[in-house]
C-alpha cells in the first residue's frame, strides 16, 4: 500500500523539518476527512506553529501528534490533552469543539484532532491597543475562565513528582550547577499540597478573541497538575507581555510580595521556568543569561520592574 505520508521521521529534528508544511500532510490530510467524513479538505493552511502539525482545513483545525519516531511521548500527550479538552467544555469554558479525533496508520501511527475553526484573532494582535477599560475586561474574562478550570483533582495526594519533574528539567541544563542547586533547593522547600488543574500555556497564542470580544481558551497540550500559580509566567511574560496595567489589574486583589513570591517559584517550577529566566535575564539586564550567577537575582528584577 503507498504511503500517503512520505517522509522520514527518526528524531525530533526530523520531525521539525516537516510539521509545517501542507504539501507533505496534504494527502494523509484528505484521507483523515473523508474517513471522518468531513469536507474542506482542499482548503488547508497554516496556523501558529506549536509541537505538533496544527492546519487549518475548511471550517475546521485538525492537530496531527508526533509520531513516536519523533522521541515524543505521543500516547501520554494525546490522552491527556482530549481529557483536559472535554474538562474544559464540561466546565463551560470557551474553546472549540471536539469534531473528531482517532488515529491513521500509515508509513507512521498518526493521532489527531479535529476541532472547531475559532474566527477570531490571536490576543497578541488585539491586547496591543486596548485601553485601560478593554484591559480591564479582558483580564476578568480571563480570571472567570481560570477559576472554573484551576479546579482540584481527586487523584492527587501531594505534588513532589511535580517538584522532581523541574528539577531535573533537561531545559535548565546550560545553567551553571549552582544555579540548579538553588532551584532544587527552593521547590524542595515549596508545598504544593494545594494542587489544581492547569492549562500551564496560557500565552497570547493560545487566548482568541472574536469579533464581539469573546475569550476563547485553545491548545490544551501543555495540561497538567500544578499549584494555581503555575499559569503566572506565561500570562505574565506572554500573553501580557509585561504589560503593567495588564498586570496590576490581574494581581490588584492579591498581596504584591506575596504574588512575586508565588511568581517567582512557578518560574522554577514551570516546565519552560528555563526559558522564561533565559527572556526575563536578557530583557532587564542586557546580559547572556550564561553571566547568571544567583537564581534569586531574577526575583529582584520582576518585584522591581513589575511593580
Known amino acids: 500500500m503507498k504511503n500517503l505520508f512520505k517522509k522520514d521521521i527518526i528524531d525530533w529534528n526530523s520531525w521539525g523539518t516537516v510539521f509545517q508544511s501542507i504539501d507533505d500532510f496534504k494527502e494523509l490530510i484528505e484521507e483523515i476527512f473523508i474517513r471522518e467524513n468531513l469536507k474542506g479538505y482542499d482548503e488547508i493552511s497554516n496556523l501558529t506553529p506549536g509541537t505538533n502539525a496544527v492546519f487549518k482545513v475548511g471550517t475546521y483545525v485538525i492537530k496531527i501528534f508526533a509520531p513516536k519516531e519523533s522521541d515524543a511521548n505521543t500516547d501520554s500527550d494525546y490522552i491527556a490533552e482530549m481529557d483536559a479538552m472535554k474538562r474544559a467544555l464540561y466546565k463551560d469554558i470557551n474553546t472549540p469543539n471536539i469534531i473528531a479525533a482517532g488515529s491513521i496508520e500509515d508509513k507512521y501511527l498518526f493521532r489527531y484532532f479535529i476541532m472547531d475553526f475559532i474566527n477570531g484573532k490571536e490576543a497578541s494582535d488585539v491586547l496591543k491597543d486596548y485601553s485601560y477599560s478593554q484591559k480591564s475586561n479582558f483580564v476578568q474574562k480571563l480570571k472567570e475562565n ?77 495540561s497538567t497538575i500544578a499549584p494555581v500559580e503555575y499559569e503566572y509566567p506565561p500570562i505574565v511574560f506572554e500573553l501580557f507581555d509585561y504589560d503593567h496595567e495588564l498586570i496590576h489589574e490581574f494581581t490588584k486583589e492579591m498581596d504584591y510580595d506575596v504574588f512575586i513570591d508565588k511568581l517567582f517559584i512557578s518560574i522554577l517550577l514551570h516546565d519552560f521556568g528555563a526559558n522564561f529566566v533565559h527572556d526575563i535575564y536578557k530583557k532587564y539586564t542586557g546580559k547572556s543569561p550564561n553571566e547568571l550567577r544567583d537564581i534569586y537575582e531574577i526575583k529582584r528584577l520582576i518585584y522591581t520592574n513589575l511593580k
Request: negative net charge.
Open 146 to 222: 481560570l477559576n472554573k478550570l484551576n479546579t482540584k483533582p481527586k487523584e492527587l495526594n501531594n505534588g513532589n513528582f511535580i517538584k522532581e519533574r523541574a528539577i531535573h528539567n533537561e531545559r535548565w541544563n546550560p545553567y551553571s550547577p549552582l544555579i540548579k542547586s538553588q532551584i532544587a533547593e527552593i521547590l524542595r522547600n515549596y508545598d504544593l499540597s494545594q494542587c489544581v488543574y492547569v492549562h500551564g500555556d496560557i500565552t497570547a497564542d493560545n487566548v482568541m478573541l472574536d469579533k464581539n470580544d469573546n475569550l476563547f481558551i485553545i491548545d490544551f497540550a501543555d
